[in-house]
């Protein structure tokens, strides 16, 4: 009887109900193993719980990766696509809208820009206000990282329709953005203090992502890719209907950088 106990208790762990007790009214080896089963059981649940904050703090993909024994200080040459995403005229909205307000507002927009990022295989990497900076390629190697970040943007372009029209609907303002894509080579790893590191990656193709997102205020556009993000996307399969935009002044850059976009 008690073994079928704890038999049918590890059925249920494995389903992942860490809440599952076996009883077992002995005072003998097997009390004992009921005991360190119930015991494993809440060691389990709070492992869990911690590894799906950890997952919620720094996105599943970079969870798992750091998981995975890739802790120490340093990174890897890595070939990505960069994406930021700025809220235009966010100064200007937050003036005019409680604190609470504000941050309930952001966090439905979040919300549906991660779900947008993700569905094509990228992860955020960080918030910085009320900009996103997204890497499509790392942790996970990607051949197409390029046009997945294209997509995401598109995506993301449809999904502010739709939180427009809910806004509307809650009498709260509509936002726009700029989303300013950039591919090459980055260093992607574990950048800081032994005792408090995070996953990012740096190097002249990040800064000149965050460059590119911010002339979309200077040629009115909500979105602008480099020549090497269209490059790459011509390579892919050559379907996407882009238009060249500049050879646009990048700062800290002494080359020009043309920039493409679509018609919208």
Known sequence: ????????????????????????????????????????????????????????????????????????????????????????????????????????????????????????????????????????????????????????????RDELAKMNSDFAAQGLPELRFGIGLHSGPVLAGNIGAANRMEYTVIGDTVNTASRIEGLCKTYKKDLLLSENTYQRLKEADGKHKLSFVDDAEIRGRREKVKLFSDDM
């Not at 002995?26 to 911690?50: I, P, Q, T």
């Not at 990174?75 to 930021?84: P, Q």
């Not at 990022?117 to 960080?126: D, L, Q, S, T, Y």
């Open 1 to 156: 009887g008690p073994l079928i106990k704890l038999k049918n208790s590890a059925n249920e762990i494995s389903k992942g109900n860490y809440d599952c007790k076996t009883v077992i009214c002995s005072n003998d080896e097997m009390g004992v193993l009921g005991d360190s089963f119930n015991a494993m059981s809440r060691s389990l649940k709070e492992k869990e719980f911690m590894r799906d904050t950890f997952g919620k703090i720094v996105t599943p993909q970079i969870r798992d990766y750091l998981l995975n024994k890739n802790l120490a200080l340093g990174g890897e040459s890595l070939d990505v696509t960069v994406m930021f995403c700025d809220i235009r005229g966010f100064t200007t909205l937050s003036e005019n809208m409680k604190p609470e307000a504000i941050v309930s507002l952001l966090n439905k927009y979040f919300t549906g820009l991660e779900k947008c990022i993700a569905r094509h295989g990228g992860v955020i990497n960080k918030y910085i206000g009320d900009a996103v900076m997204a890497l499509f390629g790392a942790p996970i190697q990607s051949a197409t990282h390029a046009a997945d970040a294209y997509a995401a943007a598109l995506d993301m």
